[in-house]
């Protein structure tokens, strides 16, 4: 019998769009761009069905591996509740400006973790910077930020910036996919997020709500643990499309390390409002703090092999 299983929710990322993209010649997509990419070595990884973003989730560069990408295994093996290979038609990461066509590599047989190599790079030099691996170990209560893409709504951006936060937009959406939408409720848009976290806990164990039988999901439960983070601030929705994500720490010498691949969210909750100026005793707001994540030295074979691969 497992004993404190958590469970907990996958952050891959579902889009329900089907609008068609305008009869127009796309220049983005033609040349392989899109706008506001940043230089960081995160990328916004997509599944496209028909030219259209179907599942989408975060990916990040390995250091000594030019063109390989760690993400999520569950970005690449679910699909519409189906199992799927992705081609190198199928997957497309976007990267500090520029569009490539992806392939999946290698995965574990228990780990949350996937090797992804970016195809026809046409100039490794332009590409940016990987983080470094971590080297020393972590401790309960470092601070820790967690960086990835994923679609915001604009309700939420419009609610950040009310209280000073402005959203880092990216607007793959709008020029890349040239998605339309007139409602403001049902609009959204890729964000890069860099959330600052504490870590809470070094070896939790969950069980990850993925719909696999009970024999693998038991497997899993028994082999891995994971790292808690809480968010230093209320994410106020789901953490969604950050799967496959990189968590960083600064180092004495003002280094980014990598420390781990974002895994799964802990189900929101509705608290209470303490605020003195309710007007409804019974307001509540949804909270969204609660992340894990895959430890880096978990998959050093992974990393290791992707080195060797390059």
Known sequence: MLSRAILVFLVAGFS???CSPP???NIYRKNGTFPGGLNVPV???VSEWGGKARVMASGWMIEGADGFLFSAKHFTDTF??????????ECKAFLAGRVYD??????PP?????????????????????????GNKL???DTVFIQGFHPHPLEITKSNMAEGIEDLVIPIFKNFYQIRIADDSKRNEVVFDNLKAVVVDLADRIKINNKEPD???????EANTYLRLITAKNHKFSFGGLSGGVVVKINKNGETEVVGIITAEKPVRLESDKREEIIDEAAQHLVVDTIYVTPIESVKDLYEYARRMR
């Open 215 to 221: 024999l693998m999901a038991d497997l899993k439960y």
């Open 110 to 134: 228990l780990r949350d973790a996937v090797i992804l190599k970016m195809v026809d790079l046409p100039d490794l030099l332009k590409l940016p910077k990987p983080y470094k691996i971590n």
């Open 102 to 107: 992806c392939i999946v590599v290698r995965v």
């Open 43 to 45: 990328a916004f990884l």
């Open 139 to 141: 401790k309960v209560g």
């Open 80 to 89: 519409m509740n189906d199992v799927i290979e992705l081609g190198s038609k």
């Open 23 to 25: 009869p127009v010649e």
């Open 16 to 18: 329900a769009v089907a």
